[in-house]
């Protein structure tokens, strides 16, 4: 492994070397070899890239920056399409919040749907969609009608009722205070059931389309279309549309999160100050090293010089809005959080809901068993992880929750 400035550089034989920004932080032997994986397939543009937060996924490693010229692996977006990030500052002040926040919480929990399917009802989907719901829905109905006329099942899907919803697992609404104790509000959620069933359907038509070479790949989740194959235009479109509606679902629950917070706190304020909202499990075409490529950013954050970005913690744990260095061996990207360092299934056996209440100290949220697996030792140490992009961003906003509500 050759030291380079701000990252080391894996020779690969047989494919792309990868460049990873890992120096400081433990790299499961797992991920390194999924990485490995990756590299190897024929398409790969001049190097792969592995953020500070990287850990297994599914078919390609979480916390990669994946170039490819003519080529798509549907399942390094993944499923969770366009999930991503948005937080706004606000004109309040620490001292203007409720010195309880329970209240707080509580509003911003009715009026964000979150949760689990319970049975046939749908917790976390709204049960009738309220006027903001529908005209956002108005703006993407067209696109969505184009790619389900071609794809039918995908009607069947809660998609305008999950316009404006959070969903499960690490997808959080917090309430933050800065380093002036500046009040902001940050939420990160996806492309929710649509987005889902779009990624799902064609992860598994990029298999069956190369059924008989799925045996030449390294893993079967690394199928992929071929520009000008039979799906890969459909696919792009599919996933172009996901991408917008994950945007306009975290725009719709910061308008929501806002209004909430203004009917418990007692001072009038403007919040979208220095609004950001971005992708970081998404495809788009960008121009890097002078060619036109794909890039695939499986969890990882568009980082162009002077762009803003978010790189959230845990729960407990501190946040980050960022500023893009624009550093060109990493794709212009940087990491989309702290990263894991265990399973949801090996922290709910680890941890208890005790540890869960010392880790969250001074943070109104959940205390309970449901939450164990977001606890915050079963991420990677976020100021290390931040230390090792020193050269992918600078740091404008550190961020600290004293409100969240996870789904």
């Known amino acids: 492994m050759n030291a380079e400035a701000g990252h080391d550089t894996l020779a690969v034989p047989g494919g792309a070397p990868i460049k990873l920004w890992t120096r400081g932080v433990p790299v499961e032997e797992a991920a390194r070899q999924q990485l490995m994986n990756t590299a190897r397939l024929p398409f790969i543009f001049h190097h792969l890239a592995a953020m500070p937060d990287v850990h297994l996924g599914k078919g390609s490693t979480i916390g990669s920056v994946i170039p490819t010229v003519g080529a798509i692996v549907p399942a390094a977006v993944g499923v969770d399409i366009g999930c991503g990030m948005m937080a706004a500052r606000t004109s309040l002040s620490a001292a203007d919040l409720p010195d309880n926040l329970h209240a707080l919480r509580s509003a911003i929990e009715a009026a964000v749907p979150h949760g689990k399917t319970f049975g046939k009802r749908d917790a976390g989907a709204w049960d009738e969609a309220p006027a903001g719901v529908d005209a956002a829905w108005r703006e993407l109905l067209g696109g969505f009608r184009r790619i389900a006329d071609k794809y039918p099942q995908l ?46 359907l064609f992860i598994q038509l990029a298999q069956d389309d190369m059924r008989q070479h799925l045996a030449n790949l390294p893993d079967r989740d690394l199928a992929y279309f071929k520009e000008g194959s039979r799906h890969f235009d459909d696919y792009v479109e599919a996933v172009g549309w996901a991408q917008d509606f994950a945007r306009h679902n975290r725009a719709l629950m910061m308008r929501n999160v806002v209004a909430a917070a203004r009917r418990i706190v007692a001072k009038p304020f403007v919040a979208d100050v220095e609004a950001v909202n971005c992708h970081h499990n998404y495809v788009q075409r960008e121009t890097h090293f002078g060619h036109d490529i794909f890039v695939t950013r499986k969890g990882a954050v568009a980082a162009h010089r002077g762009q803003l970005g978010i790189i959230p913690g845990s729960m407990g744990a501190k946040s980050f809005i960022v500023r893009g260095l624009g550093n060109e061996q990493a794709f212009c990207s940087c990491s989309h959080g702290a990263g894991r360092t265990m399973s949801r299934t090996q922290a709910k056996k680890v941890f208890t809901v005790a540890d869960q209440v010392r880790a969250t100290a001074g943070v109104e949220c959940r205390k309970d068993a449901g939450v164990i697996d977001e606890i915050p030792m079963a991420y990677k140490d976020i100021d290390a992880v931040m230390a090792a992009q020193s050269d992918l961003v600078e740091v404008v906003h550190t961020l600290r929750q004293v409100v969240c509500v996870k789904g």
Do not use: K, P, Y
């Open 155 to 200: 009607e069947r899907t809660n998609n305008r009722l999950h316009l404006g919803t959070l969903g499960t697992g690490n997808h959080f609404v917090e309430v933050c205070l800065d380093e002036a104790g500046q009040v902001w509000f940050m939420l990160h959620s996806g492309s929710r059931g649509v987005g889902n069933a779009i990624g799902t």
